[in-house]
């Protein structure tokens, strides 16, 4: 059974770094095809990719906001890590991480499996 | 950017039939998938790419598409089909992973 966890601060002030982590069970980070993705949702708002990283390393990063993120993961730990420089209020919502299946260079993958999903409020 | 387009809502009454759209230029070249989301829970993956049904999922779920539009096609529609749809696909390089802006379906 594959699960997915997210795990990170509930509250960080203004410009601080967000630190999130996923934890995997039921998979490898190594499985060919596959990887982990960060994706968001503010309240009351739509969903918002922000980063995935694949069995080879490969990495992703949403143009919006690639110079803020850093994604990356410890196979051996079965973890994926992002971090988010110089938050502000518009970055609070619900963080999820999910498992990113189909990975082909140039074709969309999807998501078959989600995490919880964890908030997080930026405020002073 | 790229952008995938869908209508913010829509409203249908139990049995009829919902047809969600979703606009994109890369489409004709991108496979879409849809996924489901009821308050507070996470999406589930309801389609692939574009017309495929995953393990577990309902036939009164299936999709079309035609040209830079694909859509989902809930058929029969019953109350526990309320919930915010969105599609998600790449654009033409597949360097992005881009969500629509979703839609919220109302069971009247």
């Known amino acids: 059974q594959v699960t997915l966890k997210e795990s990170g601060p509930v509250l960080v002030k203004p410009t601080e770094t967000l630190t999130l982590t996923c934890s995997v069970s039921g998979f490898s980070l190594d499985t060919p095809r596959k990887g982990v993705s960060w994706i968001r949702q503010p309240p009351g708002k739509a969903l918002e990719w922000l980063a995935h990283?694949?069995?080879?390393?490969?990495?992703s990063y949403s143009a919006s906001l690639k110079s803020r993120l850093t994604i990356s993961k410890d196979t051996s730990k079965s973890q994926v890590v992002l971090t988010m420089t110089n938050v502000g209020p518009v970055d609070t919502g619900t963080y999820y991480c999910?498992?990113?299946?189909?990975?082909?260079?140039?074709?969309?993958?999807?998501?078959?499996?989600w995490g919880q999903g964890t908030l997080v409020t930026v405020s002073s | 950017s790229y952008e995938l387009t869908q209508p913010p809502s829509m409203s249908v009454s139990p049995g009829q039939t919902a047809r969600i759209t979703c606009s994109g230029d890369a489409l004709p070249k991108q496979y879409v998938y849809w996924y489901q989301q009821k308050p507070g829970q996470a999406p589930i993956v309801v389609l692939i790419?574009?017309?495929e049904r995953p393990s577990g999922i309902p036939e009164r779920f299936s999709g079309s598409t035609s040209g830079t539009i694909v859509t989902l096609n809930i058929g029969g529609v019953q109350a526990e089909d309320e919930a915010d749809y969105y599609c998600q696909s790449t654009d033409n390089s597949g360097s992005f992973v881009v969500f629509g802006g979703g839609t919220k379906l109302t069971v009247l």
């Open positions: 990283i694949v069995s080879n390393d490969a990495k």
């Open positions: 790419k574009d017309t």
């Open positions: 999910a498992r990113l299946v189909d990975y082909v260079w140039g074709a969309a993958p999807y998501f078959d499996s």
